[in-house]
């Protein structure tokens, strides 16, 4: 199975602060997803990324950076964190070779 | 963008019963994905099935492309059937956007 981690599992911070959650890859993976997690809502692409220095937005980008600067790593910053940004939010990576998706376990946020 | 519904939205059953969730979405699709979340939060991938029909054990999945639908069954439920499961799509213009469903959270009572 692809290895795929997010870093931190949980975290408390304050409303305008800035907030970088990790994702990492073991495997030389090209795509790598981030999505919020909402009661009511499933879960909401923010960004995602189709190689280094490669990302596009998704439904819900705004507040969120991204940034890929190697093929392991996706770096999901909110630029000044707030309550409504208050979520579980996972990484994914689309495991080449047989269409599949391997989601990591998740970072609970909580702004506030 | 897309649009992805799933049906019904909750649904409890009883050991061994069998169920049927739906996916509807609402433009052509070049990917469609089952997951199953189970209760401590874990997204576990079960079916690539942009068309026709799957199995994994008690699982099988079928997807009629022409009509914008896809259906997941699962047979003889056990307890840790129980969870959320979701459909994901991406639209032949999705760019490689896998949108998900709201999901139909399943609970199996023993």
């Known amino acids: 199975d692809a290895g795929i981690t997010q870093s931190p599992r949980h975290k408390v911070t304050e409303t305008g602060t800035p907030v970088t959650l990790r994702c990492h890859q073991t495997?030389?993976?090209?795509?790598m997803y981030w999505y919020r997690q909402d009661p009511g809502h499933g879960l909401r692409l923010i960004h995602y990324?189709?190689?280094?220095?490669?990302?596009d937005k998704g439904e819900v980008s705004d507040g969120y950076s991204v940034s890929r600067s190697k093929t392991e790593d996706f770096l999901l910053t909110l630029e000044s964190a707030t309550s409504s940004q208050t979520s579980v939010y996972f990484c994914?990576?689309?495991?080449?070779?047989?269409?599949?998706?391997?989601f990591g376990s998740g970072t609970r946020l909580t702004v506030v | 963008g897309i649009q992805v519904e799933q049906s019904p939205p909750d649904l409890i059953l009883q050991e061994g019963a069998n169920s049927t969730l739906r996916c509807n979405f609402s433009?052509?699709?070049?990917?469609l994905q089952w997951f199953h979340q189970n209760p401590w939060g874990q997204l576990i991938n079960l079916f690539y099935?942009?068309?026709g029909t799957k199995q994994n054990g008690r699982l099988s999945a079928t997807t009629v492309a022409t009509e914008r639908y896809s259906l997941l069954y699962i047979s003889s439920s056990q307890t840790t059937d129980s969870g959320v499961y979701f459909c994901?799509?991406?639209?032949?213009?999705?760019?490689?956007?896998?949108?998900f469903g709201t999901g139909t959270r399943l609970t199996i009572i023993p």
């Open positions: 994901a799509v991406i639209s032949n213009f999705g760019n490689e956007k896998l949108t």
């Open positions: 495997e030389n993976h090209r795509y």
């Open positions: 099935i942009p068309s």
């Open positions: 994914a990576i689309r495991v080449q070779g047989h269409y599949g998706y391997t």
């Open positions: 433009d052509s699709v070049n990917n």
């Open positions: 990324s189709y190689g280094v220095k490669d990302t």
